[in-house]
């Protein structure tokens, strides 16, 4: 049995009980199955290579902001994912789970010197550069490395497309990217940086893009352009598309895979470049739970409150951008079910996981998941309110394995130190 499934009432990840889990491991805890991992991946492999050649396979760039844990990384490198990274953090996470630098490729538009040469000493694939001043600051450093740096341009293609508005990127008002009227003068200005090679172009239009249309609009934007680039001879040999395949949390409707491919193949490949792909989320985040422990039931004149041991600091989600995340019982899952709001402990109102869910009788001491919590959950986790940061778990067929501890209160409090003149 594959990902999280029920068996006689009570949920497992693959094989294993998340009973046995919370038993060993404490909640609350991120448990991910590597099954789903592993048939996300391959999903989005077999659609590409339905779509296209065998000679132009897209290299996919796991963007490991979504789920950076060096096991889940691992398993990606081993499946035969590239790495997407936006820092030296994510780096050094990319290449102590084994990723070869030349299948990484840095993405940010506040990349900094140390990351810049850290990316230049591990010899990456390329920088997705965001701006005229970073790709002199990269030249620079390249420069006085004795490298040659390979860049690509990122466009922004004007365009709303993430599935909220603070994960949509690729409007004119955002940060990223640069226009196009930008793009030639990037390429013009490489064209003089013996320490630069200009490859192409990258693109990435948001996140839980929903619709194929909206990438496909995104798409259409880059034949037209790499023709005039090309015209004026610079050499386009890359395009990297970026990410954004959604996941249903509710009951959104997923994108279709296949039509999506097919675009690329209509639209990318007569271009003849290099593809690069970075999908995140789509391939972590319904392999992924929040285990969690419920406190106290609480009950009010209005509401009745399941207050779990799990709070805002663990999935910041649902407060952050009112994200809508399934909570489902553990235990007891046939029982008859009553309405409740699920909150933390944490001292803010915006601790609220999710309100008026039905689920079965719960009582303390019993278990809840929040689902769909494998992308950007446990990476955006932080201390607040002194609260260590949860353990991970990574499940596969009848084996568990934690693959981070839970941080412990010495851990928090050893990096802080009182000055003297306060003794
Ligand atoms: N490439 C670039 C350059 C990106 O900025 C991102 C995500 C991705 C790829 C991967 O996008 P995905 O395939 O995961 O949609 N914390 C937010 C999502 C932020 C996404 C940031 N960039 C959330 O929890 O919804």
Redesign the pocket.
């Known amino acids: 049995m594959n990902g999280f499934n029920d068996r006689d009432g009570t949920l497992y990840a693959d094989n294993v009980s998340l009973e046995t889990i919370a038993k060993e491991v404490g909640t609350p805890c991120y448990v991910y199955a590597a099954s789903e991992i592993r048939s996300q991946y391959s999903a989005l492999r077999s659609a590409v290579e339905k779509a296209l050649p065998a000679d132009r396979q897209p290299l996919l ?1 796991y ?1 490991c ?2 789920n950076s844990n060096i096991a889940v990384l691992k398993l990606l490198q081993s499946l035969g994912s590239g790495l ?1 990274i ?1 820092s030296e953090g994510e780096l050094r996470r990319g290449l102590k789970a084994g990723f070869a630098p030349e299948k990484i490729v840095s ?2 538009v506040g990349k900094q010197r140390s990351e810049i040469e850290a990316c230049l000493e591990a010899g990456i694939h390329q920088f ?1 550069i965001e701006s005229l001043p970073e790709l002199e600051r990269i030249a620079e450093i390249a420069a006085r490395m004795g490298k040659i740096a390979p860049v690509v341009f ?1 466009l922004n293609p004007d365009i709303s497309g ?3 508005h ?2 949509s ?1 690729g409007r004119k008002r955002d940060k ?1 990217g640069l226009s196009a009227e930008r793009i030639f003068e990037a390429f013009r200005i490489a064209e003089k940086l013996n320490s630069i090679k200009a490859l192409g172009l ?1 693109l ?1 239009i ?4 929903f619709t194929v249309e909206t990438f496909k609009t995104a798409f259409e934007k880059l034949p037209a352009l790499v023709g005039e680039l090309r015209a004026e001879g610079f050499a386009i040999e890359r395009l990297d598309i ?5 996941i249903i949390y509710k009951d959104e409707k997923l994108l279709d895979l296949d039509s999506y491919a097919q675009w690329v193949a209509d639209i990318i490949l007569p271009l003849g470049t290099e593809i690069i792909m ?6 972590v ?1 319904n392999a992924g739970v929040l285990l969690s422990e419920v406190l106290y039931v609480k009950e009010t004149q209005d509401r009745t409150f399941l207050v779990l041991d799990a709070a805002m600091n663990d999935l ?2 649902p407060t ?2 009112d ?1 809508w995340h399934g909570v489902e019982a553990v235990s007891n899952r046939g029982a008859p079910v009553r309405t409740y709001d699920i909150v933390g402990p944490v001292c803010e109102t915006g601790d609220t996981f999710a309100t008026e869910r039905t689920l079965p009788d719960m009582q303390s001491g019993d278990l809840a998941v929040i689902k769909s919590a494998g ?3 446990f990476c ?1 986790a932080s201390n607040y309110n002194t609260r260590p940061l949860p353990a991970e778990v990574l499940v596969d067929g009848d084996r568990f394995a934690v693959i981070r501890k839970r941080q412990s209160y010495e851990d928090i409090l050893e990096k802080e130190t009182i000055p003297d003149w306060l003794e």
């Not at 970075?278 to 391939?283: H, L, S, T």
């Open positions: 760039c963007a902001k979504a997407e936006v993405t940010g997705n990122r993430g599935g909220h603070k994960i990127t990223f990258s990435h948001g996140s839980q893009v970026g990410g954004g395949f959604p970075e999908p995140g989320r789509y391939m985040g910041i989600r952050l951008y994200a992308a950007y959950g955006m």
